[in-house]
Nanobody, 120 residues
């Protein structure tokens, strides 16, 4: 059974930083793209950042220059370093990954979400 477990959310003042982590576990052969999405109150879930297995990245325009996505393939873990946080970054952040495992090839998985709250 493949699982994604996020950590690192919390409450921070505007201008502060947080680092989110997401570790994949289970009978994993390899992981393709990994990413972070977020759902703010009253809004739909949207892409924050995504990274391929080769390290190519893309970001939502609203976080470019402030957030950095990275991954440690040996640990099956993806990170999101968030700097210069703004109140509008407040949301539940979800980890997402395309995983090749005993369960299936290229199956898409979601984490349970972690709350990030930025106070003004």
């Amino acid at each position: 059974q493949v699982q994604l477990v996020e950590s690192g959310g919390g409450l921070v003042q505007a201008g502060g930083s947080l680092r989110l982590s997401c570790a994949a576990s289970g009978s994993i052969f390899s992981i393709n793209a990994m990413g972070w999405y977020r759902r703010a109150p009253g809004k739909q879930r949207g892409l924050v950042a995504r990274i391929t297995s080769g390290g190519s990245t893309n970001y939502a325009d609203s976080v470019k220059g402030r957030f950095t996505i990275s991954r440690d393939n040996a640990k099956n873990t993806v990170y999101l370093q968030m700097n210069s946080l703004k109140p509008e970054d407040t949301a539940v952040y979800y980890c997402n990954a395309d995983i090749n495992s005993q369960t299936g090839w290229g199956s898409n998985y979601w984490g349970q979400g972690t709350q990030v709250t930025v106070s003004s």
